[in-house]
């Protein structure tokens, strides 16, 4: 096992090397530059500007500066939050993605496993088609149409939850929901799936055969086995889920990880960009391994190899 | 597995129990704030949103008007007088002028602050805001090594001397402008380096400041609150505890919240209701123009006459009845809501008709590439244009729309033939309107030079009776109508929700104002 998480993090780090190399390049490679603004700058104070923050500079010399700042954790200021760092801004906004990612992650599991099993045992039938139908329509609705219609409806209109922010426990729920239900749709899916190729296999069989009552073989028997699928599929969106989603923390005005992600590109940050798209191909490959190890825990054929 | 679903639904239950006891905030304003501020820095801060938040932290020598009516009030100076030739202007100073920690506020700490924000190294944007102060620019430029030079003098504790490069009669009105701030010098250099851009003073939570107001928290892009500063001289008159500012960069969002009462004030109304009668809803006008900017050195685009006829040729009335739904038809560059500047007759000069053979000449040269930003309603306005001049002259257009970065390095280059952007005023005079077509100026990207305008300029900057000068301003603005090296669309309005338990909010021309008079009454 020891062997097995040594060798996943020793490939690693050429990928990370090539990620890093391939966003430097194109964050200063798109047009217009971090000082411009629509009120045109005069050139001497951009020029001032880009001095100070190193622009100036040959570019392997950017290349390697940035590069031994975020071995070190050592981030340089940003130019669109002067005064914070990378560091600082991650690390104010990537608790907040993850809390709701988990949250996200419980609303998905359990609306989605339970439809899955239940769809999968009473395959055909009207308790199949129904969540399936419903299944299908999450995947289509997008979360910028689920978001704003969850905030009007709970929201404008009976009031229970606030529309935006993230001051209070409650404020937790809209979002989750929003980006939770889409996931859920998957997990639902991929459940109906996994179940129903186990629940025709031997082992399964044999557990019926030996008069154990239907709960058990599905809960204790199947499951373990039908969620494996779900399993694979949480690895990526694990990843996805924490480092924040733009649209729903734009909607609900969630402090996360996500608008960071995207204006830090948006408004040429280069330090800011780097580090985000950096900090987010590390959790991918994080919880692409974590997933490898619950496939092994899981699955005892794969302990064998 | 039981036992997980046991604690589920019990910490579900337990959230869903929180959301009850929600919080009324009591005397606090909650105003939508657009864009998440860069910086609370008065000397480096250049957007609306950060300019929002800064007049409540900061106060300078004048200060916002509490009634529509006045230009300005005292702020910390309580009287100034200026010179016959209006090249000097002095300022009294109040002696209970305090910054939120105590530290007294006197002549010398606008000396300092204006030294800071003219040093070349802190290399502030608006520095060019105080020019008009004798050798600022030199000193800015670096050509002037010492600010002694400058013509800045503190004769007395309270008593500051400000000497003019030339008369200026609007300087009162300009230096209203947040980069006038003072600011907390000795808690800057506490901080990091005075001159350090990324000093980070101005993002910290014990930010010390000299206005009605104080920094109590920011929660990056989430909330800025600040609550009275009891140190204010003036803190009695001030009714409402906290302000809380909240970014929204989404219109929907933030109109549900004004909906669900989270929001007292919205920044804007979400463009497809604003033709729509909302409760609470105003349109205060701006002193703002949106207008297409010609790129003056195209061949298609030198003849004056072809930039008539493009203007001439664009229903405006229609344009804001079917796509941009606020704002009024500009006949000139400056806005009419421009206060002592009598709009006269505006009628533009008759459209000349353009001969075939210069059509076809024009789209001889390739389509006309109208560029821009994919930014709100610009490509609707940007395609009606298209059908427009297609129709009425029969010229061809190529629109280029683009993410706003990009489109702005294109407009730096000269990368454009025809533009549509906006400009907003920076202060109630025509000047900063005109001024920014001279040859000289750094924001002309027009690439537009006429010397007879520029002349007409500099005379009127010197003219220190009013009447005179404003005569002068509109022979300028006549024959920037007339030259057309910018075709006038809109004069802007700035449309928004205000709550009905929100008192005496002042409608503002440039879209600052003071908080202090506002009241809520619940």
Known sequence: MLRFFLIRLGQSIPTLLAIYTITFFMVRSAPGGPFSQERKVAPHIIEAQMEYYGFNDPVYVQYFRSLEQHLTFDFPPLTSYPGLTAGDIIGESFPVSLELGIWALLVALLFGIPTGVLAATKQNTAADYAPMSMAMLGICLPTFVIGPLLALFFGVWLGWFKVSGWFDLSDRILPALTLGLFYAAYVARLTRVGMLEVLGMDYVRTARAKGLPERIVVLKHALRGGVMPVVSFLGPALAGLVSGSFVVETIFQVPGLGRHFVQAALSRDHSLVLSTVLFYAALIILANVAVDAAQILLNPKLRKR | ???????????????????????????????????????????????????????????????????????????????????????????????????????????????????????????????????????????????????????????????????????????????????????????????????????????????????????????????????????????????????????????????????????????????????????????????????????????????????????????????????????????????????????????????????????????????????????????????????????????????????????????????????????????????????????????????????????????????????QRLETLHKAEDLLTEQMPIIPLFWKSKDYLVSPHVRNWPASLTDIRSYKHVELKH
């Not at chain 2, 129990?17 to 657009?34: T, V």
């Not at chain 2, 004048?62 to 209006?86: H, R, V, Y």
């Open chain 2, 1 to 467: 597995m039981h036992f997980w679903i046991k604690t589920i639904l019990l910490s579900s239950c337990a959230l869903l129990l929180s959301s009850c006891g929600k919080q009324e905030s009591r005397n606090s304003l909650r105003i939508g704030n657009g864009a998440e501020p860069r910086t609370l820095d008065p000397q480096q801060a250049v957007s609306l949103a950060e300019a929002h938040v800064i007049t409540a932290l900061f106060e300078g020598l004048l200060s916002e008007p509490s009634t529509d009516d006045a230009l300005f009030e005292p702020g910390i100076a309580t009287s100034w007088e200026a010179n016959e030739k209006l090249t000097q202007y002095s300022f009294t100073l109040r002696e209970n002028a305090r910054w939120s920690d105590g530290t007294p506020i006197n002549a010398d700490t606008f000396l300092s602050s204006f030294e800071r924000i003219l040093n070349p190294q802190l290399s502030a944007q608006n520095s060019e805001l105080l020019f008009d102060i004798k050798n600022a620019k030199a000193y800015h430029m670096g050509e002037i090594k010492s600010f002694d030079q400058v013509g800045l003098s503190a004769p007395s504790e309270y008593t500051l001397v400000i000497t003019l490069e030339q008369p200026t009669a609007v300087f009162l009105q300009k230096m209203k402008h947040w980069s006038w701030f003072p600011v907390p010098v000795h808690f800057i250099e506490q901080k990091g380096g005075l001159y350090d851009i990324a000093n980070p003073w101005a993002s910290s939570n014990d930010l010390v400041s000299n206005g009605p107001y104080m920094l109590d928290r920011w929660q990056r892009n989430q909330r800025i609150t600040i609550a009275k500063n009891e140190a204010y001289w003036d803190a009695p008159t001030i009714s409402i505890e906290r302000v809380e500012f909240y970014p929204f960069e989404n219109t929907q969002s933030e109109y549900r919240a004004f909906l669900a009462g989270q929001l007292d004030i919205t920044e804007e109304i979400p463009s497809e209701l604003k033709d729509q009668k909302l409760d609470g809803a105003r349109a205060d006008p701006l002193l703002a123009t949106s207008y297409l900017l010609l790129n003056n050195e195209f061949p298609s685009l030198s003849d004056p006459n072809v930039r008539r006829a493009l203007s001439a040729a664009i229903d405006r009335g229609k344009l804001i009845k079917s796509i941009v739904k606020t704002g009024f038809p500009a006949s000139r560059f400056t806005p009419a809501a421009m206060p002592l500047y009598p709009l006269g007759d505006t009628s533009p000069p008759p459209a000349p008709e353009l001969p075939r053979e210069l059509v076809a000449q024009i789209n001889a040269n390739g389509p006309l590439r109208l560029v821009v930003s994919n930014r709100d309603v610009s490509i609707a306005v940007a395609e009606a244009l298209q059908e427009m001049w297609r129709r009425e002259l029969g010229i061809e257009i190529r629109i280029e729309n683009m993410e706003f970065k990009s489109f702005l390095d294109r407009l730096d280059n000269g990368d454009y033939d025809i533009s549509y952007i906006a400009w907003f005023g920076d202060y109630l005079d025509p000047f900063t309107f005109l001024g920014i077509w001279q040859s000289e100026s750094q924001y002309n990207r027009a690439r537009w030079e006429n010397s007879s305008f520029d002349k007409l300029l500099d005379q009127s900057a010197t003219q220190a009776d009013p009447a």
